[in-house]
């Protein structure tokens, strides 16, 4: 199964019950990006060949459409409109763990774990309260300091 027709399936049940549609850029050979989006949320889901992993970024949508930045610096800096999933999910369920890292495992069966964390945790972030990220923020300001020293 190709990388857009596994989000297709493994997020069908999201995409439906958040009205999410999804657009696939599959053009490049060692970045592949799923962006699923509503009104107010998208989620970008990224394939990273040479680093063999998928990783998950929730964002707050202005005017439907995912923030543009124009350096990469920018885009890691933008700690108030979105993050990475695995943020959302260490600080609703801790003890619920999904590895974006492919090794022995599937791409097939990484998006599904993230789809059942996203059904768990996400349910507020999915539907346009994004109250939750001001929490995130906190978190990965903290983690950036730590990591500084």
Do not use: W
């Not at 996203?118 to 972030?125: F, S, T």
Request: proline share 2%.
């Amino acid at each position: 199964m190709n990388f857009g027709t596994s989000c297709r399936v493994n997020f069908s049940g999201l995409m439906k019950k958040y009205d999410l549609h999804m657009e696939l850029d599959d053009k490049k050979a060692r970045r592949k990006i799923a962006y699923l989006k509503n009104e107010t949320t998208g989620i970008e889901v990224i394939y990273e060949s040479t680093e063999d992993a998928v990783f998950l970024r929730l964002s707050k949508l202005a005017n439907g459409q995912f923030p543009i930045y124009s350096t990469l610096h920018q885009s890691d800096a933008d700690i108030s409109n979105r993050f990475y999933a695995d943020d959302l999910i260490l600080l609703r369920a801790p003890k619920l763990r999904v590895s974006p890292f492919i090794g022995k495992s599937s791409i097939n069966k990484i998006l599904h774990g993230y789809s059942i964390a996203l059904e768990k945790c996400a349910d507020d972030v999915l539907t346009g309260d994004f109250s939750v990220f001001a929490v995130l923020s906190k978190i990965v300001k903290k983690r950036t300091v730590i990591d500084d020293n």
